[in-house]
């Protein structure tokens, strides 16, 4: 993930910055994998593994399997093999960047929402 080149002008998204960004809220908008991350970031720097995930999460291992797999794709979170262990990791960096990339999309200073009127 990488920071998209050329905001210095204006913020209008393309539709290809408007997919990607819609790709990765939709995989950090899930509670399971939202719980995932913040579980193998509390144990920074020693890593999870998806037995420490199933117990943490009661949740079976096939669906904390799914979820992380949907992580390790969209890049928030590492893999590392030990033997027959896979050791996960987060992605600081990840999270860092769609701050970053949304962040443009909206001014630093808001404007207040008019005052509604009745008839």
Same mark, same amino acid.
């Given at each position: 993930? #990488? ?7 204006? #913020?209008?998204?393309? &539709?290809? @910055?408007a ?5 990765e ?5 899930d509670?399971? *994998?939202? *719980?995932? =991350?913040?579980?193998?970031? @509390? *144990?920074?720097? @020693? !890593?999870?593994?998806?037995t420490a995930? %199933?117990?943490?999460? +009661?949740?079976?291992?096939? #669906? %904390?399997?799914h979820? %992380?797999? %949907? =992580? =390790?794709?969209a ?5 590392q +093999?030990a033997?027959?262990?896979s =050791?996960y *990791?987060?992605?600081? @960096?990840?999270?860092?960047a ?11 200073a808001?404007?207040? !929402?008019? &005052?509604? #009127?009745?008839?």
């Amino acid at each position: 993930m #990488t920071a998209w080149p050329g905001r210095e002008g204006g #913020t209008r998204l393309t &539709a290809a @910055e408007a997919a990607q960004l819609a790709y990765e809220f939709q995989v950090l908008a899930d509670p399971t *994998r939202l *719980r995932i =991350l913040s579980f193998a970031a @509390e *144990r920074m720097p @020693e !890593p999870t593994t998806v037995t420490a995930l %199933v117990a943490e999460l +009661r949740l079976s291992q096939s #669906t %904390v399997s799914h979820h %992380v797999k %949907v =992580l =390790l794709d969209a890049g928030y979170l590492t893999v590392q +093999r030990a033997g027959t262990w896979s =050791l996960y *990791r987060p992605v600081a @960096e990840a999270l860092t960047a769609v701050a970053q990339r949304i962040a443009p999309q909206w001014p630093a200073a808001s404007v207040e !929402p008019k &005052a509604a #009127t009745t008839a």
